[in-house]
């Protein structure tokens, strides 16, 4: 990556001004067009692809001095993946960071939507590692556009409706496609879909980056975004059919995670702020609410819960 | 990048941005909120173009625009300090209405805007931002409704049949930003617009 200095000026948040005006204008047509996956040209990043170089180049483009930034991966601030790409923009932008959801202005996230609920002047940028939600269906990028173009989604709903067919009901539990605004099928990114319906209706300005894809594509603040789903099959969360171990949440996404090698096993918050958030204010679950952190144990295991579904 | 210093312009090395990283940075972000949350009034700071362009108008030239973009000039923002300045703090090629990625200049100079470019079906991106200069910005004219907006908010747009028109080519069309000193506000083609 060759530094490109403008005017003699310095760089802030690593990517050159050039690079990063093509970010803006990509990001704008984004807003203009919920859901519509806007090309831009990836730059690399001092990061491999599946670390979210997508989504890091959209944090760099919109990030200002005075931002306080909070990254989580799988609902944990504490990950390699999350510290690591927290580092970079202290590094390289010197913003603040925070692992508390209602202070970060900017919110880098894979694979969740924290629990707490976002408001205005906030700013959610996911890391997606597949924009195209009819990849699978049709591999040719030229017939996705195309179907895109004349909303032909009928292949999408066959797919859904054959999980109904097999599994009596609509088995996908990561990125569940949704409409935006009744125009364009989205990739919500592999989030639960028990995060599917805080996408619709947020307050804050929602920002998806493919790295190695190179798109981008955004949901304004109070956009309108529906899971898709069949009149007698409605679309409905689901989730481990259990209460958080540690803070007693009864409402919150669960990862489970073995605690020995004994088959025990536990259930928590994904979201590691909101469980200790709630642990702080005196909140306790089975295990009571003086374990060390949840987050200790989830990074001992890939703790996503493996799609049971137990709608709730 | 640098353009060549054109001669007899040294105004033209004027009213950039000192300290483009964080400037633009700090710009991008209200003209994001902006256009996000159409309706909105915004204040941008940091470029000081020359006559006619407002402050918004350069600011959001400077933070948008540049080598690789078509910029056309509208109506008395194409004079010869205007294309000075842009020539040496953005380096955009000057280009006619039908071919410009933006386009800077009043509501009249900027007429027809069924000109400009509203994105192919299958790149709807593919289209123009017009910077519409504005004598002010205030909450209170047409009504708007749709992504970005809560309920609905009000904003003094010039007249509604061409924003209306743009609505009904959704997702083709083109997006706006208004102008006035050193406000700024957004009206992306998705925004639907009442007279009232
Ligand atoms: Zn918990």
């Not at chain 1, 483009?61 to 601030?77: H, S, T, Y």
Request: charged share 25%.
């Amino acid at each position: 990556m060759t530094e490109h200095i403008e005017a003699g000026a310095y760089t802030f948040a690593y990517l050159d001004e050039q690079t990063k005006r093509m970010i803006r204008r990509a990001i704008l047509k984004g807003i203009a067009v919920p859901g519509y996956q806007v090309p831009f040209a990836s730059r690399e990043m001092p990061m491999p692809y599946g670390w979210g170089t997508g989504g890091v180049q959209v944090t760099a483009a919109c990030l200002v001095p005075e931002d306080r930034l909070k990254v989580i991966d799988q609902g944990a601030d504490d990950t390699t993946n999350a510290v690591s790409i927290r580092r970079f923009f202290q590094r390289t932008a010197g913003v603040a960071t925070t692992e508390a959801t209602t202070e970060a202005t900017v919110i880098q996230t894979r694979h969740r939507i924290p629990e707490t609920p976002l408001k205005a002047g906030q700013i959610l940028v996911y890391q997606v590692p597949i924009p195209e939600p009819l990849r699978f269906l049709e591999p040719r990028e030229t017939e996705t556009r195309k179907m895109h173009e004349l909303e032909e989604y009928g292949l999408m709903h066959v797919k859904l409706y054959e999980d109904i067919a097999r599994h009596g009901q609509i088995a996908t539990s990561y990125a569940y496609p949704v409409k935006v605004e009744g125009r364009y099928v989205m990739d919500p990114s592999p989030i639960p879909r028990f995060d599917n319906p805080k996408l619709s209706g947020n307050p804050a300005i929602q920002l998806f980056g493919a790295g190695r894809e190179q798109r981008i594509y955004a949901l304004p603040p109070w956009t309108e975004v529906v899971s898709l789903d069949f009149d007698d099959h409605p679309f409905q969360t689901s989730k481990a059919p259990h209460d958080c171990d540690l803070c007693g949440a009864q409402d919150s996404y669960l990862d489970e995670v073995i605690t020995d090698d004994q088959g025990g096993r536990m259930f928590v918050c994904s979201d590691t702020d909101f469980c200790e958030g709630r642990r702080a204010k005196g909140h306790a679950g089975r295990l009571g609410g003086d374990q060390k952190s949840s987050k200790t144990f989830a990074n001992s295991f890939e703790g996503i819960w493996p799609g049971t579904e137990g709608a709730r | 990048m640098i353009a060549t210093r054109p001669a007899d312009t040294a105004d033209a090395l004027e009213g950039g941005f000192t300290e483009a990283p964080i400037q633009s940075a700090r710009a991008f972000r209200e003209i994001l909120e902006a256009m996000a949350r159409p309706g909105t009034i915004r204040r941008v700071q940091g470029a000081r173009p020359p006559e006619p362009l407002s402050v918004a108008a350069g600011v959001a030239l400077l933070v948008l625009t540049d080598p690789t973009t078509r910029l056309h000039l509208a109506g008395r923002a194409d004079c010869a300090e205007v294309r000075d300045w842009v020539a040496f703090h953005i380096g955009a090629p000057l280009t006619r209405a039908e071919e410009a990625d933006f386009a800077v200049g009043t509501w009249e100079a900027l007429h027809p805007v069924s000109r400009f470019r509203i994105g192919q079906p299958d790149y709807p991106d593919r289209s123009a931002t017009l910077i519409v200069e504005v004598d002010r910005l205030v909450n209170h004219g047409p009504a708007l409704t749709g992504p970005g907006i809560e309920t609905a908010t009000w904003l003094n747009l010039p007249e509604t049949a061409a924003f209306r028109a743009n609505r009904a080519l959704f997702p083709l069309g083109f997006d706006t930003l208004f102008t006035a000193g050193d406000r700024i506000a957004g009206l992306p083609r998705s925004t639907r617009v009442e007279a009232i």
